[in-house]
Nanobody, 125 residues
Framework: VQLQASGGGLVQAGGSLRLSCAAS????????VGWFRRAPGLEREFVAA????????FYADSVKGRFTISRDNARGTAYLQMNSLKPEDTAVYFC???????????????????WGQGTLVTVSS
């Protein structure tokens, strides 16, 4: 599966953005999807994950209550709604998919086999 992340941009603190992750080749319909981010000078970190059927979602503590992961399998797209953004949310955001995941979700980047190219989110104070 080839993924394409989009929706990043520049936003003021307290604002919102919605990121999208679409499969340009293949489908994410039977894949668990995760969002990760890499801030300048830091390692890539887990943000949120969702099972293939949307039955379960999981979030990093740093974004819980502010971010929402969702998906529309009919459109072959996953989303990350980001509200109450903070300057520390500034990072390149990546989506990832793991085929044949059943009803599981994954929080380690090494669990995912397919990645998008990343979209930059900049939150100004």
């Amino acid at each position: 599966v080839q993924l394409q992340a989009s929706g990043g941009g520049l936003v003021q603190a307290g604002g919102s953005l919605r990121l999208s992750c679409a499969a340009s080749i293949g489908t994410i319909g039977t894949s668990a999807v995760g969002w990760f981010r890499r801030a300048p000078g830091l390692e890539r970190e887990f943000v949120a994950a969702i099972t293939s059927d949307s039955s379960t979602t999981f979030y990093a503590d740093s974004v819980k209550g502010r971010f929402t992961i969702s998906r529309d399998n009919a459109r072959g797209t996953a989303y990350l709604q980001m509200n109450s953004l903070k300057p520390e949310d500034t990072a390149v955001y990546f989506c990832a998919a793991k085929k044949g995941s059943g009803y599981n979700f994954y929080i380690r980047d090494s669990d995912y086999g397919d990645w998008g190219q990343g979209t930059l989110v900049t939150v100004s104070s």
